[in-house]
């Protein structure tokens, strides 16, 4: 998936914020998913970051922010 946002340059300390942030919630699900196979006794079958997050949600251990505020309105 492929956003494109125009900033001027005072604006791109956004670009850095975001990758940052997209950087630290990649770590954070890599570490919950496998800290989960692990304490679950299950094969670690994503190799990879890419991968582990998209596990991650197929297994449904993390949920999209669109799932979560279903569920708060509910």
Known sequence: MDYTVTLTEAEDWI????HNRARIAIDEICDLYVKHKLDNNQPITATNKPD???????????????????????
């Open 15 to 18: 670009d850095n914020a975001a």
């Open 52 to 74: 582990m997050v998209l596990a991650a949600y197929e297994e449904g251990l993390v949920k999209t922010a669109a799932q979560r505020n279903e569920e708060a309105t509910s």
